[in-house]
Protein backbone atom coordinates (compact mmCIF):
# COMPACT_ATOMS: atom_id res chain seq x y z
CA UNK A 1 0.00 0.00 0.00
CA UNK A 2 0.84 3.75 -0.47
CA UNK A 3 2.16 5.13 2.96
CA UNK A 4 2.13 8.53 4.42
CA UNK A 5 5.00 9.70 6.98
CA UNK A 6 2.95 9.31 9.77
CA UNK A 7 5.10 6.68 11.82
CA UNK A 8 8.32 7.41 10.79
CA UNK A 9 9.97 5.25 13.18
CA UNK A 10 8.38 2.11 11.84
CA UNK A 11 9.66 3.67 8.20
CA UNK A 12 13.06 4.67 9.57
CA UNK A 13 13.77 1.18 11.12
CA UNK A 14 12.71 -0.43 7.21
CA UNK A 15 15.13 1.55 6.08
CA UNK A 16 18.01 1.49 8.69
CA UNK A 17 20.89 0.07 6.28
CA UNK A 18 20.12 2.48 3.53
CA UNK A 19 21.37 5.06 5.57
CA UNK A 20 24.36 6.04 3.01
CA UNK A 21 21.07 7.19 0.51
CA UNK A 22 20.54 10.84 2.10
CA UNK A 23 17.34 10.93 0.01
CA UNK A 24 15.58 8.17 1.77
CA UNK A 25 15.25 10.57 4.83
CA UNK A 26 14.47 13.39 2.45
CA UNK A 27 11.25 11.89 1.44
CA UNK A 28 10.38 9.96 4.54
CA UNK A 29 10.42 13.83 6.20
CA UNK A 30 9.10 15.52 3.48
CA UNK A 31 11.64 17.29 2.60
CA UNK A 32 12.20 15.92 -1.04
CA UNK A 33 9.65 14.95 -3.52
CA UNK A 34 8.65 10.62 -3.98
CA UNK A 35 6.49 8.21 -3.38
CA UNK A 36 6.44 5.33 -0.14
CA UNK A 37 5.11 2.05 -0.82
CA UNK A 38 5.33 0.19 2.58
CA UNK A 39 3.86 -3.14 4.24
CA UNK A 40 4.51 -4.40 7.83
CA UNK A 41 7.73 -5.59 6.53
CA UNK A 42 9.02 -3.71 3.59
CA UNK A 43 9.09 -0.52 1.82
CA UNK A 44 9.86 0.88 -1.47
CA UNK A 45 11.03 4.73 -2.23
CA UNK A 46 10.65 5.82 -5.05
CA UNK A 47 11.78 10.00 -5.88
CA UNK A 48 14.42 11.60 -8.00
CA UNK A 49 17.18 9.53 -7.19
CA UNK A 50 15.55 5.97 -8.14
CA UNK A 51 13.91 3.37 -6.68
CA UNK A 52 15.16 2.43 -3.12
CA UNK A 53 14.19 -0.85 -1.01
CA UNK A 54 14.10 -1.58 2.62
CA UNK A 55 13.13 -3.85 5.20
CA UNK A 56 12.70 -7.47 5.03
CA UNK A 57 13.84 -9.35 1.55
CA UNK A 58 11.60 -12.00 2.35
CA UNK A 59 8.25 -10.33 2.03
CA UNK A 60 7.59 -12.08 -1.10
CA UNK A 61 4.64 -11.08 -1.49
CA UNK A 62 5.32 -7.29 -1.49
CA UNK A 63 8.08 -7.42 -3.73
CA UNK A 64 5.81 -9.31 -6.26
CA UNK A 65 3.42 -6.87 -5.94
CA UNK A 66 5.73 -3.80 -6.27
CA UNK A 67 6.17 -5.24 -9.65
CA UNK A 68 3.07 -4.20 -11.05
CA UNK A 69 3.41 -0.83 -9.26
CA UNK A 70 6.69 -0.23 -11.17
CA UNK A 71 5.30 -1.61 -14.09
CA UNK A 72 1.97 0.34 -14.20
CA UNK A 73 2.96 3.49 -12.40
CA UNK A 74 6.63 4.41 -11.44
CA UNK A 75 8.15 3.64 -14.81
CA UNK A 76 5.22 5.44 -16.92
CA UNK A 77 5.76 8.38 -14.47
CA UNK A 78 9.19 8.75 -15.07
CA UNK A 79 8.75 8.74 -19.09
CA UNK A 80 6.16 11.75 -18.92
CA UNK A 81 8.86 12.94 -16.88
CA UNK A 82 11.27 12.27 -19.75
CA UNK A 83 13.31 10.70 -17.85
CA UNK A 84 14.91 7.81 -19.32
CA UNK A 85 16.28 5.27 -17.04
CA UNK A 86 15.99 4.61 -13.30
CA UNK A 87 18.12 2.82 -11.02
CA UNK A 88 17.14 0.19 -8.02
CA UNK A 89 19.18 0.79 -4.38
CA UNK A 90 18.35 -2.28 -1.82
CA UNK A 91 20.57 -2.82 1.41
CA UNK A 92 24.11 -4.05 1.63
CA UNK A 93 25.31 -5.53 4.82
CA UNK A 94 22.15 -6.89 6.95
CA UNK A 95 23.33 -10.29 6.35
CA UNK A 96 20.83 -10.98 3.75
CA UNK A 97 22.14 -10.83 0.45
CA UNK A 98 20.67 -13.85 -1.13
CA UNK A 99 17.53 -12.70 -0.25
CA UNK A 100 17.79 -9.45 -1.57
CA UNK A 101 18.59 -10.98 -4.87
CA UNK A 102 15.65 -12.84 -4.85
CA UNK A 103 13.10 -9.77 -3.65
CA UNK A 104 15.02 -7.41 -6.60
CA UNK A 105 14.71 -10.56 -8.95
CA UNK A 106 10.73 -10.67 -8.26
CA UNK A 107 10.26 -6.07 -8.20
CA UNK A 108 12.13 -6.26 -11.24
CA UNK A 109 10.55 -9.46 -13.03
CA UNK A 110 10.09 -9.04 -17.18
CA UNK A 111 11.85 -5.59 -17.04
CA UNK A 112 15.54 -7.21 -18.47
CA UNK A 113 16.85 -5.04 -15.62
CA UNK A 114 21.00 -5.03 -15.50
CA UNK A 115 23.80 -5.01 -12.59
CA UNK A 116 26.37 -2.40 -11.96
CA UNK A 117 28.00 -1.15 -9.01
CA UNK A 118 28.02 2.07 -7.30
CA UNK A 119 29.82 4.00 -4.60
CA UNK A 120 29.06 6.58 -2.06
CA UNK A 121 31.82 8.60 -0.32
CA UNK A 122 31.28 10.92 2.72
CA UNK A 123 33.17 14.80 3.35
CA UNK A 124 32.85 16.45 6.98
CA UNK A 125 32.97 19.76 5.93
CA UNK A 126 36.30 20.04 8.21
CA UNK A 127 39.39 21.84 7.43
CA UNK A 128 38.17 23.76 4.49
CA UNK A 129 39.76 26.87 3.22
CA UNK A 130 37.49 29.88 4.07
CA UNK A 131 37.44 31.55 0.52
CA UNK A 132 36.33 29.89 -3.14
CA UNK A 133 38.89 28.89 -5.24
CA UNK A 134 40.49 31.10 -8.59
CA UNK A 135 37.91 30.84 -10.88
CA UNK A 136 34.77 29.11 -8.70
CA UNK A 137 31.61 30.68 -8.35
CA UNK A 138 28.48 30.12 -6.33
CA UNK A 139 25.59 28.91 -8.75
CA UNK A 140 23.05 32.41 -8.58
CA UNK A 141 20.27 33.34 -10.22
CA UNK A 142 22.41 36.64 -10.95
CA UNK A 143 24.97 34.14 -12.53
CA UNK A 144 22.42 32.17 -14.73
CA UNK A 145 21.21 35.13 -16.40
CA UNK A 146 24.86 36.82 -16.74
CA UNK A 147 25.72 33.46 -18.35
CA UNK A 148 22.61 33.43 -20.70
CA UNK A 149 24.61 36.19 -22.33
CA UNK A 150 28.16 34.60 -22.71
CA UNK A 151 27.43 30.97 -22.54
CA UNK A 152 23.82 29.97 -23.08
CA UNK A 153 24.72 26.39 -23.30
CA UNK A 154 26.53 26.35 -19.74
CA UNK A 155 23.42 28.19 -18.27
CA UNK A 156 21.44 25.16 -19.54
CA UNK A 157 22.93 23.17 -18.62
CA UNK A 158 23.64 23.54 -15.51
CA UNK A 159 19.39 24.14 -15.07
CA UNK A 160 18.51 20.87 -16.66
CA UNK A 161 21.08 19.37 -14.05
CA UNK A 162 19.00 21.55 -11.46
CA UNK A 163 15.86 19.85 -12.19
CA UNK A 164 16.77 16.36 -12.49
CA UNK A 165 16.77 16.44 -9.14
CA UNK A 166 14.77 19.50 -7.71
CA UNK A 167 11.16 20.71 -8.33
CA UNK A 168 12.27 23.84 -9.92
CA UNK A 169 15.24 25.67 -10.54
CA UNK A 170 13.37 28.25 -7.63
CA UNK A 171 13.28 25.64 -5.36
CA UNK A 172 16.93 24.54 -5.71
CA UNK A 173 17.76 28.62 -4.66
CA UNK A 174 15.68 28.09 -2.28
CA UNK A 175 17.43 24.97 -0.52
CA UNK A 176 20.13 24.27 -2.87
CA UNK A 177 23.23 25.76 -3.69
CA UNK A 178 26.44 24.76 -5.76
CA UNK A 179 29.20 26.54 -7.61
CA UNK A 180 30.43 26.88 -11.29
CA UNK A 181 33.63 27.17 -13.16
CA UNK A 182 34.53 30.26 -15.05
CA UNK A 183 37.06 30.84 -17.33
CA UNK A 184 38.58 34.30 -17.73
CA UNK A 185 36.24 34.79 -21.03
CA UNK A 186 32.84 33.90 -18.89
CA UNK A 187 32.34 30.32 -20.40
CA UNK A 188 31.72 27.62 -18.18
CA UNK A 189 33.79 24.61 -17.62
CA UNK A 190 31.82 22.73 -15.31
CA UNK A 191 28.92 22.54 -12.33
CA UNK A 192 28.87 21.26 -8.86
CA UNK A 193 25.69 21.17 -7.67
CA UNK A 194 23.50 19.71 -4.42
CA UNK A 195 21.01 16.80 -5.62
CA UNK A 196 19.43 17.58 -2.01
CA UNK A 197 19.74 19.25 1.30
CA UNK A 198 18.49 16.94 4.05
CA UNK A 199 18.63 18.06 7.77
CA UNK A 200 22.46 18.65 8.03
CA UNK A 201 23.75 16.98 5.21
CA UNK A 202 23.55 17.12 0.94
CA UNK A 203 24.59 14.70 -1.50
CA UNK A 204 26.10 16.87 -4.25
CA UNK A 205 26.60 15.86 -8.23
CA UNK A 206 29.19 17.42 -10.29
CA UNK A 207 30.18 17.53 -13.96
CA UNK A 208 33.55 19.04 -15.56
CA UNK A 209 32.97 19.76 -19.46
CA UNK A 210 34.97 17.52 -21.67
CA UNK A 211 37.32 20.55 -22.93
CA UNK A 212 38.29 20.98 -19.38
CA UNK A 213 39.14 17.43 -17.72
CA UNK A 214 42.20 16.64 -16.22
CA UNK A 215 42.71 21.01 -15.54
CA UNK A 216 41.89 20.64 -11.56
CA UNK A 217 38.42 21.54 -12.37
CA UNK A 218 36.70 19.46 -10.71
CA UNK A 219 38.44 19.34 -7.43
CA UNK A 220 37.96 23.52 -7.43
CA UNK A 221 34.36 23.02 -7.87
CA UNK A 222 33.80 20.13 -5.61
CA UNK A 223 35.98 22.42 -2.49
CA UNK A 224 33.44 25.39 -3.57
CA UNK A 225 30.61 23.78 -3.23
CA UNK A 226 32.14 22.23 0.28
CA UNK A 227 32.62 25.46 1.48
CA UNK A 228 29.28 26.56 0.72
CA UNK A 229 27.97 23.71 2.69
CA UNK A 230 30.45 24.68 5.70
CA UNK A 231 28.83 28.06 5.60
CA UNK A 232 25.36 26.98 5.85
CA UNK A 233 26.11 25.23 8.78
CA UNK A 234 26.06 21.62 7.61
CA UNK A 235 28.05 18.53 9.00
CA UNK A 236 28.50 16.41 6.13
CA UNK A 237 28.50 16.18 2.48
CA UNK A 238 27.72 13.15 0.10
CA UNK A 239 29.16 11.61 -3.27
CA UNK A 240 27.92 8.80 -5.44
CA UNK A 241 29.27 7.91 -8.54
CA UNK A 242 29.35 4.30 -10.63
CA UNK A 243 32.26 2.38 -9.74
CA UNK A 244 33.74 2.18 -13.36
CA UNK A 245 34.02 6.08 -13.09
CA UNK A 246 37.69 6.52 -12.53
CA UNK A 247 37.09 10.39 -13.16
CA UNK A 248 34.42 10.60 -10.54
CA UNK A 249 36.49 8.50 -8.13
CA UNK A 250 39.75 10.79 -8.63
CA UNK A 251 37.94 13.92 -7.93
CA UNK A 252 36.14 12.34 -4.82
CA UNK A 253 39.46 11.71 -3.53
CA UNK A 254 41.16 14.62 -4.86
CA UNK A 255 38.44 16.81 -3.37
CA UNK A 256 39.04 14.84 0.39
CA UNK A 257 36.03 12.54 0.34
CA UNK A 258 36.32 9.24 1.76
CA UNK A 259 34.60 6.14 0.32
CA UNK A 260 31.75 5.00 2.69
CA UNK A 261 30.54 2.14 1.18
CA UNK A 262 30.04 0.04 -2.10
CA UNK A 263 27.24 -1.80 -3.71
CA UNK A 264 25.73 -3.31 -6.36
CA UNK A 265 22.72 -2.09 -7.68
CA UNK A 266 20.28 -2.90 -10.71
CA UNK A 267 19.45 -0.54 -13.63
CA UNK A 268 17.27 -0.25 -16.92
CA UNK A 269 15.75 2.15 -19.27
CA UNK A 270 12.01 2.51 -19.00
CA UNK A 271 11.03 2.11 -22.40
CA UNK A 272 11.19 -1.55 -23.50
CA UNK A 273 12.75 -1.08 -27.00
CA UNK A 274 15.88 1.88 -25.19
CA UNK A 275 16.03 -0.78 -22.73
CA UNK A 276 16.80 -3.72 -25.74
CA UNK A 277 19.49 -1.83 -26.84
CA UNK A 278 20.96 -0.88 -23.88
CA UNK A 279 20.90 -4.55 -23.07
CA UNK A 280 22.57 -5.04 -26.24
CA UNK A 281 25.47 -3.22 -25.72
CA UNK A 282 25.94 -4.54 -21.73
CA UNK A 283 25.96 -7.21 -22.68
CA UNK A 284 28.37 -7.21 -25.48
CA UNK A 285 30.66 -5.49 -23.23
CA UNK A 286 29.92 -7.09 -20.42
CA UNK A 287 31.04 -4.91 -17.03
CA UNK A 288 34.06 -6.60 -15.60
CA UNK A 289 34.00 -4.28 -12.42
CA UNK A 290 31.15 -5.72 -11.38
CA UNK A 291 31.94 -9.29 -12.56
CA UNK A 292 29.51 -9.44 -15.45
CA UNK A 293 31.23 -11.38 -18.41
CA UNK A 294 30.33 -10.80 -21.87
CA UNK A 295 27.97 -12.63 -23.34
CA UNK A 296 27.63 -11.83 -27.01
CA UNK A 297 24.50 -14.71 -27.92
CA UNK A 298 22.37 -12.08 -24.86
CA UNK A 299 23.51 -9.03 -26.57
CA UNK A 300 22.65 -10.28 -30.16
CA UNK A 301 19.06 -11.37 -29.31
CA UNK A 302 18.36 -7.80 -27.41
CA UNK A 303 19.72 -5.98 -30.51
CA UNK A 304 17.37 -8.38 -33.07
CA UNK A 305 14.27 -6.93 -30.79
CA UNK A 306 14.74 -3.37 -31.75
CA UNK A 307 16.74 -3.65 -34.67
CA UNK A 308 14.64 -5.74 -36.45
CA UNK A 309 11.26 -3.53 -36.37
CA UNK A 310 13.59 -0.47 -37.01
CA UNK A 311 13.57 0.93 -33.40
CA UNK A 312 17.37 2.36 -33.87
CA UNK A 313 17.71 5.71 -32.20
CA UNK A 314 16.71 7.94 -35.47
CA UNK A 315 19.61 5.54 -37.95
CA UNK A 316 22.72 5.19 -35.45
CA UNK A 317 24.50 3.10 -37.59
CA UNK A 318 26.67 2.21 -35.09
CA UNK A 319 24.04 0.43 -33.61
CA UNK A 320 23.91 -2.13 -36.87
CA UNK A 321 27.87 -2.59 -36.37
CA UNK A 322 27.71 -3.30 -32.83
CA UNK A 323 24.80 -6.14 -33.79
CA UNK A 324 26.91 -7.67 -36.62
CA UNK A 325 29.91 -7.92 -33.77
CA UNK A 326 27.53 -9.19 -31.02
CA UNK A 327 25.54 -11.97 -34.08
CA UNK A 328 29.34 -12.78 -35.79
CA UNK A 329 30.98 -13.30 -31.89
CA UNK A 330 28.02 -15.82 -31.30
CA UNK A 331 28.26 -17.69 -34.83
CA UNK A 332 25.14 -16.41 -36.91
CA UNK A 333 27.23 -15.32 -39.70
CA UNK A 334 24.19 -14.37 -41.64
CA UNK A 335 23.13 -12.22 -39.63
CA UNK A 336 26.09 -10.65 -38.59
CA UNK A 337 26.18 -9.77 -42.35
CA UNK A 338 22.72 -8.31 -42.82
CA UNK A 339 23.51 -5.76 -40.01
CA UNK A 340 26.82 -5.27 -41.53
CA UNK A 341 24.99 -4.32 -44.71
CA UNK A 342 22.59 -1.52 -42.79
CA UNK A 343 25.59 -0.24 -40.99
CA UNK A 344 27.05 0.63 -44.22
CA UNK A 345 24.00 1.85 -45.69
CA UNK A 346 23.65 4.14 -42.67
CA UNK A 347 26.95 5.54 -43.32
CA UNK A 348 29.40 3.26 -40.60
CA UNK A 349 32.79 3.46 -42.09
CA UNK A 350 34.69 0.09 -40.80
CA UNK A 351 38.37 1.04 -40.79
CA UNK A 352 37.64 3.48 -38.79
CA UNK A 353 35.18 1.97 -36.66
CA UNK A 354 37.65 -0.60 -35.85
CA UNK A 355 40.99 1.56 -35.23
CA UNK A 356 38.29 3.35 -32.75
CA UNK A 357 36.58 0.25 -30.83
CA UNK A 358 37.88 -1.91 -28.08
CA UNK A 359 39.57 -5.18 -28.94
CA UNK A 360 36.45 -6.88 -27.20
CA UNK A 361 34.63 -5.36 -29.62
CA UNK A 362 36.18 -6.22 -32.56
CA UNK A 363 34.70 -9.69 -34.43
CA UNK A 364 35.17 -12.16 -34.97
CA UNK A 365 37.70 -15.27 -35.80
CA UNK A 366 35.13 -16.47 -38.41
CA UNK A 367 37.38 -15.88 -41.93
CA UNK A 368 34.02 -15.48 -43.65
CA UNK A 369 32.79 -12.65 -41.11
CA UNK A 370 36.09 -11.12 -40.62
CA UNK A 371 36.48 -10.29 -44.45
CA UNK A 372 32.85 -8.07 -44.31
CA UNK A 373 34.57 -6.54 -41.12
CA UNK A 374 37.78 -5.74 -42.23
CA UNK A 375 38.41 -5.47 -45.84
Known sequence: MEQNRKDLSHLRKLFLHMEHHLSVEGVLSGVLEGSIHVSDRAAMVTNAQGVLLGGDPRDTAFFRDMNRVLQEEILPARQR?????????????????????????????????????????????????????????????????????????????????????????????????????????????????????????????I????????????????????????????????????????????????????????????????????????????????RPGAGIPADPARAARHYAAALDIGWDWGGAAWLYWNAACAHARAGDVGKARSYLVKARDKGWRHPVSIAASPPDLVAPDDPEVAALLYD
Not at 124 to 150: C, D, Y
Request: proline share 2%.
Open 207 to 286: ETFPDHRRQGWGKRMATGTLILAARRGLTGAGWQCWASNAGSIGTAHAAGFREVASFPIRFGWCESNNNHLVNGTYWLKG
Open 81 to 205: QSKLDYVVFYPVGDGMADAWDHAVHLLLEGRDAMTDHRLTFQHSLAGLPAALPEGVEAVSAELLVRLAQTDGEGAESMQEEIRSSWASVEAFFDRGFGTAGLREDGRVTGWCLTDWVVGSGCEIG
